[in-house]
Each structure stands twice: as C-alpha cells, then as structure tokens.
T-cell receptor, first 114, second 115 residues
C-alpha cells in the first residue's frame, strides 16, 4: 500500500514558466512533508519541507503548498530553469518514538526545455 | 566536509552470495538510515541506526541486517542475495532529534546488481 503517491511520472515545461509537481498521501499521521531532487548518479538532495501544521512554505523559487483536507501537496517552481531538470521525490515523515522514517513517492521526472 | 560517503560505488554479485555495503555519515551526524531504491521506484526505508542500535525497521526480511560503529559509520549486510535485491542502496545521515524533524543528507548510493 503506497502511502505517498506521485501520479505523474514525468513533466515537461518551458524555461521561465511555472513547474507544478503534485503529490498525494494517505496517512494522516505524517508530521512533515519534504521534496527531494535527484540527479543521475547522485543521492537525493533536500529541497524544501513543510510542517503538517502549515499550508505554505516558500524558499526562493520554490514553494510548497499543503492541503491537509485533501491530503495533497504540490511543489511550485517559478521560474523554471534548465538546471531544475531532475527527478523530484515527494516524501513524508512521521516522528514516532524518536525515529524518523522517510516514506517516498515514486518520483516525477521534470524536464525544463530551454 | 565530505558529506555522506558510501562504498563501493558499484557491486556485482550472484544469487545466494552475501554483500556488505558501507556508509560514513556527514560530520556531526550520529544517525544513519538505509534505503533501497529499485528501478523506477522511490527509495524504500530499510532501517535506521542510532547509538549503535537499530531504532526502526521497514518492511524488509531478516536477510537485511546492519551495524553502526562507535564512530557512527554503518554497514548494511544482505545475505542469500536474490535477483530482486538489485537496486541502488542509499545511506542517509542526520542528527538525532526526538522532538524535531532533522534533515537527512543522502550519499550517492551503491549500485548492487545480482546476477
């Protein structure tokens, strides 16, 4: 049973436009939601996170929105740049008993065309 | 700061063999988590080590075992390898935090191929 779902395997956008990556989850016990970016032959790199008690977090060109009632979050990248081309993973974390277990979606491959 | 390092980079084994993967955490980090990323999938949590103890475990069989050393480095051992164990194995390190989320930093991974 997949608790974190990214239903779009790929997304292609033009440079300078907005990229919107979506993620749905099923477990209402998640405390934090995170986005990771992964380039080939590298490990995932943390991008931005949001606490379950907030609905928006912004960091430069990256904004994450959380809709708890819909169990949905999205990552907005504005403006998109060719260097943003990577696989983006949505992840969630539930802090239980002091341990922090990340649950990942399958990822969305973003291609930003010049 | 070297960040999280993993060795080896690539590994080829045959079914039934045993393998050991190694991870050195980022400086200042004391918690190590291991993930398996199969082709086309997101990373899946295997287990987490803190203070040389396994703190939490994902849905992986006992063939997967680990160890954390006093210097916080860690090993992942997989016994009786199956073809389905072929994957990228990622190590992530963080600082222990019992009340707050702490960012996990990932290494580049070890690509294991089982023939």
């Amino acid at each position: 049973d997949q608790q974190v779902k990214q239903n779009s395997p790929s997304l292609s956008v033009q440079e300078g436009r907005i990229s919107i990556l979506n993620c749905d989850y099923t477990n209402s016990m998640f405390d934090y939601f995170l986005w990771y970016k992964k380039y080939p032959a590298e490990g995932p790199t943390f991008l931005i996170s949001i606490s379950s008690i907030k609905d928006k977090n912004e960091d430069g060109r990256f904004t994450v929105f959380l809709n708890k009632s819909a169990k949905h979050l999205s990552l907005h990248i504005v403006p998109s740049q060719p260097g943003d081309s990577a696989v983006y993973f949505c992840a969630a974390i539930s802090i239980q008993g002091g341990s922090e277990k990340l649950v990942f979606g399958k990822g969305t491959k973003l291609t930003v065309n010049p | 700061d070297a960040g999280v390092t993993q060795s080896p980079t690539h590994l080829i084994k045959t079914r039934g063999q045993q393998v050991t993967l190694r991870c050195s955490p980022k400086s200042g980090h004391d918690t190590v988590s291991w993930y398996q990323q199969a082709l086309g999938q997101g990373p899946q949590f295997i287990f987490q080590y803190y203070e040389e103890e396994e703190r939490q475990r994902g849905n992986f069989p006992d063939r997967f075992s680990g160890h954390q050393f006093p210097n916080y480095s860690s090993e992942l051992n997989v016994n009786a390898l199956l073809l389905g164990d072929s994957a990228l194995y990622l190590c992530a390190s963080s600082e222990a935090g019992f009340e707050f989320y702490n960012e996990q930093f990932f290494g580049p991974g070890t690509r294991l191929t089982v023939l």
